[in-house]
């Protein structure tokens, strides 16, 4: 699954992430070792669904419990932070936490930003900024950044 415009990427990452949508915010964290905000989640371990994975790296990341998760949409972008010909794959998934997050392991910082906000940072990923035009825009389901 790759814009047929685009080459075949040399690497491809493949992440889930949680989308908590709430008056027109976004939950996005930012780790220690990045510049850029991004949606809390990860990669997928061996063995691991993406449900799993999400599961996991919501506890470790904003030390609280997930519930339910629902499919959002599938962003094929540049990875951030990653390097040249690098791209991700992330699937996002909606669902509830089960208490107030906070920053845990290697995650230095919360913040809740609108798209404008967000887009106003120094570093983006263009995942997130395509996610965001699709949630101000009110569409979900399958998606290919670069297609908007």
């Known amino acids: ?4 415009n685009s080459t075949a990427p040399e690497q491809l990452i493949r992440a889930v992430g949680l989308v908590r949508f709430v008056d027109r915010r976004l939950l996005l964290v930012r780790a ?11 990669k997928i371990d061996p063995g691991e669904t993406e449900v799993q994975a999400l599961h996991r790296e919501v506890r470790e990341e904003l030390g609280v419990g997930l519930v339910g998760a629902d499919f959002f949409g599938r962003y094929v972008t540049d990875a951030v ?9 992330l699937s996002c998934y909606t669902g509830e936490l089960d208490g107030a997050p906070e920053p ?6 919360l913040a809740w930003c609108t798209r404008e906000e967000y887009v106003a940072h120094e570093v983006t990923a263009p995942a997130i900024v395509a996610l965001f035009a699709d949630l101000d825009g009110g569409s979900n389901g399958e998606q290919r950044a670069g297609s908007h």
């Open 81 to 89: 932070g990653q390097g040249d010909g690098v791209q991700v794959e």
């Open 104 to 109: 845990a392991a290697e995650i230095a910082e």
């Open 32 to 42: 220690g070792y990045q510049a850029a905000f991004y949606l809390p989640g990860g």
């Open 1 to 4: 699954m790759h814009d047929a």
